[in-house]
């Protein structure tokens, strides 16, 4: 039985990931074997993203008045992973990213089947359910958003630069 003032300072560090955080998801980790949840910390941890394991109780406290609407049913072994803001200015990681916690459990989730659930989250300061936040998980990361961008404005310009040339060719 945990003292009543552990628990407090349980309670404040949960809400202080909450409040800092762009996004949060709520996953279901039963039967995770230790070696798996240490690779999760370390790929989450690469990318700019928190994960806390909690007590549902604690956890529910920490989460009252923090976002609108009903908070998803918390079954299970329950932990949450938060986007961190940006740790400065140089780090291009996850900062910023308010999809990075779900994209990268989900592709966590992804490489061990059967380990992981997402069962919720806290996007834009409103509760959604999982499959809400499976959704969010699917939206590709800003630079490849990015990329795909540069591609579509490169792909014309390439090909007016072949007409031209062709043009250019035919009358010599």
Known sequence: ?????????????????????????FV???????????????????????????RKTLLA?????????????????????Y????????????????FASAREIYNFQKTHKGIL???????GRKFVDGAYMMELATIPGKDVLLSKLAFLFKSPIQRLALVFSEVAKSKA
């Open 117 to 123: 659930n997402i069962i919720g989250g806290i996007f």
């Open 83 to 98: 986007s961190k803001p940006a740790r400065n200015a140089t780090h291009n990681v996850a900062g910023g990213d308010p």
């Open 28 to 54: 279901n980790f039963h039967g995770m074997k230790v070696s798996d949840e240490t690779a999760l910390r370390r790929d989450l941890r690469d990318q700019n993203v928190g994960y806390k394991v909690s």
């Open 1 to 25: 039985m945990l003292q009543k003032s552990k628990k407090e300072e349980m309670i404040r560090e949960l809400e202080g990931a909450i409040k800092g955080s762009e996004s949060l998801v």
């Open 61 to 81: 406290r920490a989460l009252l008045g923090k976002a609108e609407g009903e908070v998803p049913k918390l079954e299970g072994e329950v932990a949450i992973a």
